[in-house]
C-alpha cells in the first residue's frame, strides 16, 4: 500500500468513528428523552390523582373569629381568621384590583394560569441580585396554594400548584378567580380579604376606598405584617409608594394621580395595635366568652371594659419600674389591675413580657397578700363594735405556741387602732381578729369577693392565705364605693356576625355589702395609710386611700388603694417565690401604684372619696362584744364565674 492510500485511509477512519458516536449519542438521547417524558407524564399524572376538589372554590370553611373591642369601639386583638362580608371585583373601586394586578401578576388578564414570560423575569432578576428579589407566580397560583396546598416547598407542591392553576383557570372566569382571591387572601392585623381589611384599616367600606388606600392594601399582599400601618407608618407609605408606582408603569393611572393619591384622606380604622401586655386581658376574656354563649358557631365582637389609654399607663408605668429597679431589687415579675367603680377592668397587666410568659399574675396567681389582708380584720373588727380610737398593746403575746411579730420587730406598747393600722402593726392585727373571731374575719372577705381558700389560722389576719390580686383588689371595691360590693368583669356585650346582641351585662355587684358606719371608718383608717402611715409613697395630688403588703422574706409586695375614679392593685415578685431585696409594698409597689395613678387621672377634676351617708334607721343584731346594736345585709351566694365576669384562680 502506498504513502498515499495509508496516507488518505488514515483520513477516513476517525471520520467514520465520529459519525458512529454521533449516531449512537443520538440515539440512546432519543430513546432517554422519551423515556424523561414518560417519566415526567407519569409524575404529572399522580400528581393529577392527588389534586384536592376545587369545585368549593367559592365556599369558605374556617372556624369562627373573636374580635375582640375596647371600650372606645378600637378592635385590639382578634383570634380565628375575620373575614369581612364577601364583595365581587365589579364592586371594587378600580384602582383596588388594578393596584394588586400591577404590583403581583401584570399580565393576569391574558395568561392561563402560569405565566412562562412572568417566571423568566424573575428568574432574571433573582440571578442579578444573587437571592429571592422577586417572584413568578401568578394569582391564580397563588389562589391555588392558599386554599387547597400547604407550605411545603417540594418539586411535588409546585408540580401541583402548576396543574391547580391550570385546572382553575378553565374552571372559572378571570373575575371569578380575582373576586375569590381578594375576598380571602390575608391582609395582616387577622384580616382575610379585602373588606375586613378596609374595616380594620380604614373603617370603611371596600367599595368605598380611594386610590391610596386602594395601593396600601394591596402593597400588603408581599409582606402583611412588616407593611402593616398599624406596624410601621413609615414602610407601609414607601410600600404604598411603590405600587402606585407600578400602576403607573402597567398603565393603569399617570404620574401625576400617583403624585395626587398621596394627599388623598385617609380613613382611620377600627384597630389598635395595643402593646404586648394587652394580651393578658384579651386571654383572660377569650376563656371567659363561653361562658356566657357556649361554643362558637359564627364571628362574634366582644365589646369589653378596657380603656387603650389607661391600657398603655399601666403596660408603660410597670415597664418603667422594672427597669429601674427590677434588676437590683431582685424583682422579677410585676401585675397590675385597675377597675372603676363598678367592677369593670380598665387596664391589666399579667407580667413583665407576654412573649416571654403567658401566665397571668393578676389573674392566675395565687399570692400571698400579707397585710393587704388586714382591711378584712379591721372591717370585721368595727363591725363587732371597735372604733377607730380604741387602744390595743402592741405587745409580744403567743396563741397556741405561735407568736405574731411586727415589721422592725419592736413594740410599742398601748396603741389606737387607726395608728396600728396606719403603721401595720401585726400583733394588733392579730389581736383584732382573736377577738371578734377568724371566722367573722373570713365572712367579710367572702362578703367582699375573696372566693380563695382561706385557713382559719391566727396567721390569717397577716395575710398568709394566698389570693389572686383581681380578687384582692375587686374585695377593694367595696371600701371605694363606701359599702357596695364590687364584682370584677371584662366583658360589656357580645354579637354575633349579623350585629345581633347575644349577651349585655346588666346590673351591678351584688349589691350593699358594708353598711355605712363601718364603711365611711373603713375609708378613713386607709387613707391614714398614705397620709402617714406605710404607705406615704402612694400619695397623690388627690384624695387617695389604700393599704400596703407584704410577705414573709420579701416573696410578695403590694399595694391596694382607690381613688374616687379607679381603684388598682399591684404586686411585685419572682414566679418561684425568691425573695426580693427589701421590698416592701411601702416602697417599689406604692410607687409603682402612684406613678400609674398619677398619669390615670391626669385631667380628671378632683373628687372627694366616697363617704357614704349615715342610715336613718337602725335594726337589732346582737354583736360579738356586746357592742352597739346595728345590721348588716346578708352575706349574698358567691356568683358564677358568668355572673362575676371573672373565671377565679388557676394553678
Known amino acids: 500500500m502506498s ?60 372556624k369562627p373569629a373573636i374580635r375582640l373591642a375596647a371600650a372606645d369601639g378600637a378592635t385590639f386583638a382578634s383570634f380565628g381568621e375575620y373575614y369581612g362580608k364577601p364583595i365581587a371585583v365589579a364592586e371594587l373601586p378600580k384602582a383596588l384590583p388594578d393596584a394588586v394586578i400591577a404590583t403581583e401578576d401584570r399580565r393576569f388578564w391574558r395568561h ?34 392558599n386554599l387547597f396546598l400547604t407550605p411545603e416547598r417540594s418539586l411535588a407542591r ?64 408581599k409582606a402583611p405584617s412588616r407593611y402593616s400601618p398599624a406596624a410601621s407608618p413609615e414602610r407601609s407609605r414607601e410600600r404604598t409608594r411603590q405600587v402606585l408606582a407600578n400602576m403607573v408603569v402597567a398603565g393603569y393611572i399617570t404620574q401625576a394621580a400617583a403624585a395626587a393619591a398621596e394627599h388623598l384622606p385617609v380613613g382611620r380604622g377600627n384597630f389598635t395595635m395595643a402593646g404586648a401586655g394587652s394580651r393578658y386581658f384579651a386571654d383572660w376574656i377569650l376563656d371567659q366568652v363561653g361562658d356566657y354563649v357556649g361554643a362558637p358557631t359564627s364571628d362574634l365582637t366582644v365589646i369589653t371594659t378596657i380603656d387603650p389609654v389607661l391600657q398603655r399607663i399601666a403596660e408603660a408605668a410597670v415597664e418603667a419600674a422594672l427597669a429601674k429597679s427590677g434588676s437590683q431589687r431582685n424583682v422579677g415579675e410585676a401585675a397590675l389591675v385597675a377597675l ?75 396603741i389606737s387602732v387607726s395608728e396600728a393600722f396606719a403603721q401595720s402593726i401585726n400583733t394588733v392585727a392579730v389581736a383584732v381578729s382573736e377577738r371578734v373571731g377568724r371566722r367573722r374575719v373570713i365572712e367579710a372577705a367572702r362578703r367582699l369577693g375573696i372566693t380563695a381558700a382561706l385557713e382559719d389560722a391566727p396567721s390569717l389576719a397577716l395575710g398568709t392565705s394566698e389570693v389572686t390580686l383581681i380578687e384582692l383588689t375587686q374585695a377593694y371595691g367595696a371600701f371605694a364605693t363606701g359599702g357596695e360590693g364590687v364584682w370584677a368583669h371584662g366583658i360589656e356585650e357580645i354579637r354575633d356576625a349579623a350585629g345581633q346582641v347575644l349577651y ?38 388627690r384624695p387617695a386611700a389604700g393599704k400596703t403588703g407584704t410577705s414573709q422574706s420579701f416573696r410578695d409586695a403590694l399595694f391596694v388603694g382607690f381613688t374616687a375614679d379607679l381603684i388598682a392593685g399591684v404586686w411585685l415578685g419572682n414566679d ?57 345585709a346578708p352575706s349574698p351566694p358567691v356568683p358564677s364565674a358568668a355572673e362575676r365576669g371573672f373565671n377565679g384562680p388557676k394553678n
Do not use: C
Open 340 to 414: 372603676g367603680p363598678d367592677g369593670a377592668v380598665k387596664a391589666m397587666v399579667g407580667g413583665r413580657d407576654y412573649r416571654e410568659s403567658q401566665f397571668n399574675r393578676a389573674t392566675q396567681a395565687l399570692r400571698q397578700p400579707g397585710s393587704a389582708f388586714k382591711p378584712f380584720v379591721y372591717l370585721a373588727g368595727l363591725e363587732a363594735g371597735i372604733t377607730a380610737e380604741q387602744i390595743f398593746q402592741d405587745s409580744p403575746f403567743s396563741i397556741g405556741g405561735w407568736s405574731p411579730a411586727n415589721f422592725d420587730r419592736r413594740f410599742r406598747g398601748p
Open 576 to 632: 418561684d417565690g425568691q425573695a426580693m431585696k427589701a421590698v416592701t409594698g411601702g416602697n417599689l409597689p406604692a410607687e409603682l401604684w402612684s406613678a400609674f395613678m398619677r398619669e390615670a387621672d391626669r385631667g380628671r377634676p378632683i373628687k372627694p372619696l366616697v363617704v357614704p351617708p349615715q342610715p336613718q334607721t337602725s335594726f337589732i343584731l346582737p354583736w360579738l362584744t356586746g357592742g352597739p346594736a346595728r345590721t348588716l
Open 158 to 221: 409546585k408540580i401541583q400548584e402548576l396543574l391547580l392553576a391550570f385546572s382553575l383557570e378553565r374552571r372559572f372566569t378571570k373575575d371569578e378567580i380575582l373576586t375569590v382571591y381578594l375576598n380571602r387572601v390575608y391582609l395582616g392585623a387577622g384580616a382575610f380579604g379585602v373588606s375586613a381589611a378596609a374595616e380594620r384599616y380604614f373603617g370603611k367600606e371596600a367599595n368605598e376606598l380611594n386610590l391610596y388606600e386602594s395601593a396600601l392594601i394591596a402593597g400588603l399582599l
Open 3 to 62: 504513502a498515499e492510500r495509508r496516507r488518505t485511509g488514515a483520513g477516513r477512519q476517525p471520520s467514520r468513528s465520529l459519525r458512529r458516536l454521533f449516531g449512537a449519542l443520538l440515539k440512546w438521547g432519543s430513546v432517554g428523552a422519551i423515556w424523561v417524558v414518560i417519566l415526567l407524564g407519569l409524575v404529572i399524572g399522580y400528581e393529577a390523582l392527588q389534586l384536592p376538589d376545587t369545585s368549593g372554590l367559592e365556599q369558605s370553611t374556617r
Open 112 to 145: 392561563y394560569g402560569v405565566d412562562p414570560l412572568g417566571l423568566a423575569r424573575a428568574l432574571w432578576v433573582n440571578l442579578a441580585h444573587r437571592g429571592i428579589r422577586q417572584g413568578g407566580s401568578t394569582i391564580t397560583q397563588q389562589l391555588a396554594k
Open 504 to 541: 349585655r351585662r346588666s346590673g351591678g355587684g351584688p349589691g350593699r355589702v358594708i353598711e355605712p358606719g363601718p364603711a365611711a371608718e373603713m375609708t378613713r383608717l386607709m387613707t391614714g395609710v398614705i397620709d402617714r402611715g406605710t404607705g406615704r409613697s402612694a400619695k397623690l395630688d
